[in-house]
């Protein structure tokens, strides 16, 4: 009972740090009244919303921040993750993009490229194989990737090898399918090429 | 409202954009260097057995199957 009692201090005090208080929120209060109400001498656990970091609020149009905010995902592990950065050039469907902060709110579709941050003067390069970027109002990039990796861990001469066999494979190719699947392979292989050079 | 845009060609020859996403990270997979690219292509196989059903009894497993593209 005595263990109990202090454990309760303990996690008491913690959650009434002052950063604790700003994180929790209308809902999460709902469940805390709720479980005090029926197991007043349990701890509560921790709900996912006190997990969640809170993100610049979208509402002033007036005040454009002067970086913006980037979060890089791929399927394997979270790239980047709340980055600032000037400007950021997103190979979209639709051309290179270059997206600075105020940009309007977006969403398009990415094509196998090569995605640019640029922060101050330095360029980090990644080599994106196929995602969504989402820009929010208040300057916050979200980039989702299969596959984002950086332009350095490329190796030139499988490009090349690549680039040989689809183009050969197109030739040879008689069903759409394999017409797709060839064009598909030459499209992100001379994306490759020219993010090598480029 | 006006007509759908032109869809992509890999959607006109029957793909979906799933599948061809899948294909185009294969892709950059298998260009990477070397330590990435092992860790990268580990990363995604996939293990699986497939077993046939015939009049309600399964007939017998085939042995599994390593794929490397799921």
Redesign the interface.
């Known amino acids: 009972m005595l263990r109990r009692a202090t454990t309760r201090i303990l996690s008491h005090r913690r959650h009434c740090s002052t950063a604790e208080a700003l994180k929790v929120t209308a809902a999460d209060d709902l469940f805390m009244a709720a479980w005090k109400r029926t197991m007043p001498n349990l701890d509560p656990p921790k709900t996912p919303l006190s997990f969640l970091q809170p993100r610049p609020s979208t509402a002033s149009a007036a005040s454009i921040p002067s970086k913006m905010t980037i979060n890089l995902v791929s ?2 592990s979270s790239g980047l993750s709340n980055k600032q950065a000037h400007m950021v050039i997103v190979p979209a469907t639709t051309g290179q993009m270059g997206i600075l902060p105020g940009h309007v709110a977006s969403i398009s579709e990415l094509k ?1 490229g090569l995605l640019s941050i640029y922060e101050g003067n330095e360029v980090t390069k990644y ?1 994106i ?3 969504f970027a989402f820009v929010h109002s208040n300057s916050v990039a979200d980039i989702i990737a ?2 984002a ?1 950086p332009i350095e ?3 030139p001469s ?2 090349q090898k ?1 680039l040989a066999e689809f183009t050969q494979k197109l030739s040879t190719a008689s069903t ?2 394999e ?3 060839a ?3 030459l499209d ?2 001379s994306a ?1 090429n020219s993010s090598l050079s480029g | 409202m006006a007509s759908n845009a032109a869809v992509p060609f890999w959607r006109a020859a029957g793909m979906t954009y799933i599948t061809y996403s899948n294909l185009c990270a294969n892709l950059v997979r298998q260009c990477l260097k070397e330590p990435h690219r092992s860790e990268a292509l580990n990363r995604e196989k996939v293990h699986f057995s497939i077993s046939k059903w015939a009049k309600g009894k399964p007939e017998k497993p085939k042995s599994p199957v390593l794929h490397y593209y799921s």
């Open positions: 399927s394997c196998p080599f194989s196929s995602g299969a596959e990796v861990q490329v190796d499988s490009v690549g759409d399918l017409k797709a699947e064009q598909i392979g992100v292989l490759l």
